[in-house]
């Protein structure tokens, strides 16, 4: 054997030790790829948390700031009732072999997040009644936080005491979440759906005006 065919047999075993250092180095830099990826999911699945967390502290923290008279609870609390009993009813009413099984709103909520029956019917029934999630979730955290304050007021009581309860919302209710569920509970039973206003609409000129208190 020559020197130069033993030049070239040391120079393929080179390259191949080459080639499988960076191969190595090529799987290496995969798994830190997936590794950044993964970190990277983390991360923004826990961001997402804590500010769903912020929202939701948020929120409650506006409904037992709210001010109002122990008669505009009560008539706020009953729109808000009769709005989550109405759409638990026209759920079952979409699924009546499962009545037995959803005996409340809560249940449904709850069941909602597995079953994607369930859940394609409640989103079809939120749809129907121009409401969103975050509305659910402004009713539902007023109605535990004054469920056992208020008192349930039928519509011609409603209607003595307070002539325009959408101003009395705008009015007083700051958190734009909470106002937006409110208002739209109000549209709901009042007119049958929720309609989302303009974002440029402005406001009337009595909503300038102060609320006389009682």
């Known amino acids: 054997m020559n020197n130069e065919t033993t030049t070239l047999i040391?120079?393929?075993?080179a390259m191949k030790r080459v080639d499988h250092k960076l191969q190595v180095l090529e799987a290496q830099f995969k798994e830190l790829d997936f590794t950044k990826d993964s970190l990277t999911q983390k991360f923004e699945h826990h961001s997402k948390a804590l500010a769903n967390q912020a929202a939701h502290d948020e929120l409650w923290t506006a409904v037992l700031a709210l001010k109002f008279t122990s008669m505009e609870l009560s008539i706020l609390y009953?729109?808000?009732?009769?709005?989550?009993?109405?759409?638990?009813?026209?759920?079952?009413e979409k699924l009546p072999d499962l009545v037995r099984g959803l005996p409340t709103l809560a249940s449904v909520l709850r069941r909602k997040v597995k079953n994607q029956r369930i859940r394609g019917v409640w989103e079809s029934v939120l749809e129907e009644s121009g409401l969103e999630e975050g509305d659910i979730t402004a009713l539902?955290?007023?109605?535990?936080?004054?469920?056992?304050k208020a008192e349930y007021y039928v519509a011609k009581v409603r209607q003595m005491y307070i002539k325009d309860v959408t101003f009395l919302i705008t009015n007083m209710v700051k958190n734009q979440a909470l106002q937006d569920g409110l208002l739209r509970a109000v549209q709901v039973i009042e007119k049958g759906k929720a309609v989302k206003a303009p974002e440029n609409q402005k406001s009337p000129l009595k909503e300038l005006i102060p609320l006389a208190r009682n």
């Open 140 to 148: 539902c955290t007023f109605f535990i936080a004054y469920g056992n």
């Open 78 to 92: 009953s729109y808000v009732m009769e709005v989550l009993i109405c759409l638990h009813t026209r759920v079952l």
């Open 10 to 13: 040391s120079l393929k075993e």
